[in-house]
């Protein structure tokens, strides 16, 4: 019977200074919880001169991470350094030791997941990851645990706290674009460049993971349609307010017929539905299973202390197993291994969605005749129209809510009434998902 679980921590930054400060302030109740305590036996480090402003006792700081791996005393390697490389080779390295690994390292899992999951199948040891998406929510072991015995039918996310925060300033205070961003940098939620968060490439590297513990299913990040916040407007968030709904980038997964979609984009949602009214910084992802229904799990997404939350409950979780001796208890991709099936990705010119519109178009005669002959021509029919005070000969937006339509048709209309003279700059235009209990308002 082991009487301590060691760990070696690789990556002394903002998570890692995190997993230190829990340890201290809670390793009794750990200690109670788990039955012996979690001791670490080494931190590497790059720098290992700076203060992180947490007490680590003498001799622990090291700048090398394979005197963590190759030590015989160090139980579970918990990886912290973020990135591809030289995160890949030292977690593979740690696992051909026959050691088990925590990592929070989404970008890393949604590119190079199924060598890792593999990986620990193949040496039998524990890979666990639950901080690689939402921060301290517990969507992954949910997913793998809870929801089990569901089918998943879709899954909808807002997981990205950054992009959510400038959102809601914008929603909330009528800033730009711009504003919002530098207000954001200026409060340390958004990097100096902050591409991956407001592309949307972060989500849909958290997107990756979802779906492949949901669905059973290799995902190859890739397939993942992904667009961004940067080209959303006060306009069309006041606009989207008229209709009823709030403009929130989305993390969209969904299964039908073994076809599965997978989607990252802003996305119009009602302003009554629980996901809407998630702000700031926060994370929220709605999950639908066929047994269950609908549940949501919400809390920070990010930061310091809710991902070392999320990092440690691996830690207990994988301890647990060490000392009762069990391995591969859980599997990695939540399926067996030998049961996963590779589903097809719907082409995201096949996807059915509702859409907001807004037209830049001059005010003249027959104007929107020729637009919804257009749209008409596309099989996309109108459900509702703003028009905004005329102001002859000038453009005025036009702004329109369709039926459910199939994306290409959509494209291949706005491509051609973006040809028309009569419109003066491109179209705009934002999928739907829900109903709004107003109703679609026009006027």
Partial sequence: MKDRINIGIIGFGTVGTGVVR????????????LGIPVRIKGIADIDTKRDRGVKIEEGILTDNPLSL????EVDIVVELIGGIEPAKTLILAALGKGKSVVTANKALLALHGEEIYSASETNSVEIGFEGAVGGGIPIIRSLKEGLVANKIESIYGIINGTSNYILTKMTDEGMGFSEALQNAQSKGYAETDPTLDIEGIDSAHKLVILATLAFGTPVNFNNIYTEGISKITPLDIDFAREFGYKIK????????????????????????YLISKVNGVFNAIYVIGDALGSTMFYGRGAGEMPTASAVLSDIIEISRNIIKGSKGRVPAFAFQAGSRKRLKVREMENVISRYYLRFSAL???????KISGILGTNNISILSMIQKSRKEG???????????AKEKDVRNALNEINLLPVVDSKTVFIRVEGESRYGIKGR
């Fill in 394 to 404: 000038e453009a005025v937006p036009v702004v329109m809510m369709t039926h459910e």
């Fill in 69 to 72: 791996i190759g030590s015989p």
């Fill in 22 to 33: 829990i340890l201290n302030q809670n390793s009794s109740l750990i200690e109670r919880r």
């Fill in 363 to 369: 005010d003249r005669p027959g104007v929107l005749s």
């Fill in 249 to 272: 980038l989305l993390a969209i997964a969904k299964l039908m017929n073994d076809e599965i979609e997978l989607r990252v984009h802003p996305t119009m949602v009602p302003e009554d």
